[in-house]
């Protein structure tokens, strides 16, 4: 799914190209605007939130409110995302970063709580907290 031949602006086409180069991770709107400032096309933030509503809106990015203190973080929609509803949001507690993991074995957790619970499950919203690999190895 490529959509940036879509988008006629600079600044559209730059905010969509950072997030299709990330986009396995979630990007901050600070990641973006100091992102576009090193490229030499600064953005201010009230367009780069504008520009990813209407991303959101035409299913192109998907936001998440991680909790009440963090701000939003976006991710772009590709087909892997897409079709694959068995995947969850990995959050360092030491470090903060935040991955994106798939793994069938969620799928049977997702079934079993929508079965037995009568609680359907949204994989994209769905985080666990811990350490990553990086700050768990690096003490």
Known sequence: MNSSNSYHTKQQQAIL????NNKNGYITVSQIAKHLKEQGTPVGTTTIYRHLEKF???GIVQKIVLDGNSGACYQYI???IS?????FLLKCENCGKI???GCSHMQ???SHVLEEHNFNVNPHRTMFYGTCSKCLYDK
């Open 17 to 20: 190209s950072f997030m299709e």
């Open 56 to 58: 959101q809106k035409e």
């Open 78 to 80: 590709h087909d892997d």
């Open 83 to 87: 079709q694959n509803n068995c995947q």
């Open 99 to 101: 991955t994106n993991m």
């Open 108 to 110: 049977d957790l997702y």
